[in-house]
Each structure stands twice: as C-alpha cells, then as structure tokens.
C-alpha cells in the first residue's frame, strides 16, 4: 500500500509538471502573438505615416467608426488643425456635409470646416481599402477655393464678351455697311476699300466672340445637339461649300471622296467641324497642292478624314493639338490668329455626338485629322 501511494503521489507530482510546462508553453505563446500583434500594429502605422507624409494632396484616413486614424500635413494646413488634435475625432468635424462615410467612384465637391470655422470649398474623393485585416477609408482633400474664383472670373469674363462687346460691334457693322452702301453720301474707291476692310475685321472680332462662347458651352456641357436624318455626301458638300464657294480659284484644290449612307447627326454641327478641320487644312497647305476630304461607313459608326501637304505635326505636340487656347508652331509664312480654340471646340462636338477624333501626322509629311461619329444616336 505504502509502495503504490508513493507510487500515486509521483504520477501526480509529474502530471503537475507536465500541466505547469504546458501552461508555461502557452502563456509564452500568448506573449509572443501578442508581440507580433504590436509590431504589425507598428508596422502598419509606420506604413501609414510615409504613405501620408509623402502623399502630394490632403489625405484623411478614417476608420469603419467614422473617426479620424490619421491624417497628413497637406491636410492638416488645409483645416488649420494639428494631427494630434484631430486624430480619434469624428470626420464631421472637418467635413460637416458627410453624414454617412461611403466609398465613391467619383470627385465630389464639399465644405469643409477649418478650425476657425471658417468653410472653404474642397474636392473630396473617398476611396475603400481592406489593410492588415482593417478595413479603412481614405478621403483625398483638395483645396479648390482658387480654382473657385478663377472659374467665375472666366465666367464673367465670357459674360461681359457676350454681353459687352457682341452688341457695340453689331452696331458699328451695321452702321459701316450702311456707309457702304451709300446711305451718307457716296465714297471713293480707296474709302470703299477701307470699309470693307473694316467690315471684315468686325466679322473676325465676331467668329473669335461665338469661338469663346461656344468653348465655356463646351467647357459646361451646355451644347446642345439637334439630331435630323442626313447624309454623309450632305455633310461634305455643304462644308466644302463654305470653305471654297463655287468658282473660288483657290490656289489650293479639294478633292473628295466619300460614300452617300445616311446618318442621324445633329447637322449643322458635323458640318461645322468640317469646315474647321478643311479650314485648317487649306490653310496650312502650300500653294498649288491639294486637301482630301473622305468620309465613309466603318462598322455603325460614319468616319471622316482630311488629309493636307502641310509642315506636318511632330509627335510631341500631338497631345496638345485639341487643348483649348492651344496654338502649335506655324510656319514662318502664316499670320497667327484666334485664340486656338477651334480644334477644341471639334473636339467637344464630336464627343457630344459619342465620337472620336484624332490626328496621324509626322512632322514635314502632312496630317491627316480623323473623326467618328454613331450613324445614330444611342436610345
């Protein structure tokens, strides 16, 4: 009895042991997850700080409670606060607008709230981002109160142009084509010539005016579209028309080419890009060459192109060509004019119509500008 109680009193003396080490196994583990815990939790916020410092706009990152994790020094100067004093915060109390934090596909423009509590206009883009298994909302913040301002002084630039200038230069017009014609006594040659040069400089002043108010309706998204029944041959002749009237012994030829298919297209504006684009086209064209005008069916979509003997286009100013208040190089032998809005304004038309346009040139070997519009409007 006395052998098989020692006997007892050692299996649990080592069961003890063995329970003890075990435990001790386990609260090491413990400590050790636990340590990893904290340094992934540097890790990450080690991370977020260079993602922040070196990010180019304000950055807020906020966590699923809709509380400020982090936020950058772009930021900061924004709202005029310091990190420490925003961090844990709710993000209302930047941007008061938001009620519900969500991810977004698209800008958005907000107030947002500085700590004078003076409100500012910002561009707020929010973005969704699953990192070390948390699951975080980063905010861009843009500063766009001077973009604000200068947007309304281009608007009431164009107001003043459209309601300023437009009238006076009707009136003097008017009043020259009456002196014209002789209603206040007859002119000489010379004084004819010189009204008429007159007349045509107020048509000048008057195409650059409609070119700067249809770019802002352009620029708005305010064009309007038309859409009639019409054809592909229509389009060409009326453009060609306008660019070289019957019996113009132009110096420069146009020869076309294209198919009759009808299409839907808000007429007169297909048409006017067409005069832009043969315009330019003759234009930068030496003297006894020719322009080619071609336009046909490609699939559901109608396509033109004008092709010109030009200096050409080099490839890297290619990019620029549809820009507004954009003017490449001209030769020596041409006159700038206009504002270089006309190629913009295409460009615009064209993709109020669902098209595409574009320009294949090589420098010293022409341009060929192309567009393609539906040959009818999507439902």
């Given at each position: 009895?006395d052998?098989?109680k020692?006997s007892a009193?050692a299996?649990?003396t080592e069961?003890?042991?063995e329970?003890?080490n075990?435990q001790?196994e386990?609260i090491?583990?413990l400590?050790?997850s636990e340590q990893s815990l ?5 890790d990450l916020l ?7 410092a070196g ?5 807020i ?5 809709q509380r400020i994790?982090?936020?950058n ?8 606060y310091t ?7 709710p993000?209302a ?7 519900c934090?969500?991810?977004t596909?698209?800008q958005?423009?907000?107030f947002?709230?500085k700590?004078?509590?003076e409100v ?6 929010i ?5 070390f298994g ?5 905010i861009t913040?843009?500063d766009?109160t001077e973009?604000?301002?200068?947007e309304q ?10 309601h300023?200038?437009?009238?006076p230069l009707t009136s003097v017009r008017v ?5 014209a014609?002789?209603?206040?006594g007859?002119?000489?040659?010379r ?8 007349v045509h400089?107020?048509?000048y002043?008057?195409s ?10 352009a620029?708005t ?5 038309d ?5 592909i ?11 070289q009237?019957?019996?113009?012994a132009?110096?420069?030829?146009i020869e076309t080419?294209f ?7 808000d007429?007169?504006?297909?048409i006017?890009v067409?005069?832009?684009l ?9 003297e006894?060459s020719?322009?080619?005008?071609l336009a046909g069916?490609?699939?559901v979509?109608?396509?033109f192109?004008?092709?010109d003997?030009?200096p ?6 290619q990019?620029?060509?549809f ?5 490449l ?7 700038r004019?206009?504002?270089g809005l006309g190629?913009a ?10 098209g595409r ?5 090589r420098?010293g070997?022409?341009s060929?500008?192309c567009f393609?519009v539906?040959?009818?409007?999507a439902n």
């Amino acid at each position: 009895m006395d052998d098989q109680k020692v006997s007892a009193e050692a299996m649990n003396t080592e069961e003890l042991r063995e329970l003890t080490n075990q435990q001790s196994e386990q609260i090491q583990r413990l400590k050790d997850s636990e340590q990893s815990l904290l340094k992934r939790q540097e890790d990450l916020l080690f991370w977020i700080r260079q993602f922040l410092a070196g990010f180019p706009f304000g950055l807020i990152m906020v966590e699923k409670d809709q509380r400020i994790k982090a936020i950058n020094k772009i930021a900061c100067e924004y709202f005029q606060y310091t990190d420490l004093e925003v961090l844990k915060q709710p993000i209302a109390v930047l941007l008061p607008q938001i009620n519900c934090l969500e991810a977004t596909k698209r800008q958005t423009r907000l107030f947002g709230r500085k700590k004078s509590g003076e409100v500012f206009s910002a561009e707020v883009y929010i973005n969704s981002l699953e990192m070390f298994g948390e699951d975080l909302l980063f905010i861009t913040v843009q500063d766009i109160t001077e973009r604000q301002r200068l947007e309304q002084l281009r608007h009431d630039l164009v107001a003043m142009v459209s309601h300023d200038i437009r009238a006076p230069l009707t009136s003097v017009r008017v009043t020259l084509e009456m002196v014209a014609e002789g209603t206040y006594g007859k002119l000489s040659n010379r004084g004819s010539e010189l009204v008429s040069q007159g007349v045509h400089s107020i048509e000048y002043l008057n195409s650059l005016v409609k070119n700067l108010l249809e770019s802002e309706a352009a620029e708005t998204g305010a064009i309007e579209l038309d859409y009639k029944t019409t054809s592909i041959g229509t389009l060409i002749k009326h453009a060609i028309n306008a660019v070289q009237p019957p019996g113009d012994a132009s110096l420069v030829s146009i020869e076309t080419e294209f198919t009759n298919d009808a299409i839907i297209v808000d007429e007169n504006r297909i048409i006017q890009v067409l005069i832009n684009l043969i315009s330019n086209a003759v234009k930068f064209s030496p003297e006894h060459s020719k322009v080619n005008v071609l336009a046909g069916m490609v699939g559901v979509e109608a396509k033109f192109e004008v092709i010109d003997r030009g200096p050409g286009i080099p490839l890297h100013q290619q990019p620029l060509v549809f820009e507004r208040f954009k003017q490449l190089n001209q030769p020596t032998t041409l006159k700038r004019t206009g504002f270089g809005l006309g190629l913009a304004i295409c460009k615009a038309l064209v993709e109020k119509h669902h098209g595409r346009i574009w320009v294949e040139s090589r420098d010293g070997q022409g341009s060929k500008f192309c567009f393609t519009v539906p040959i009818a409007p999507a439902n």
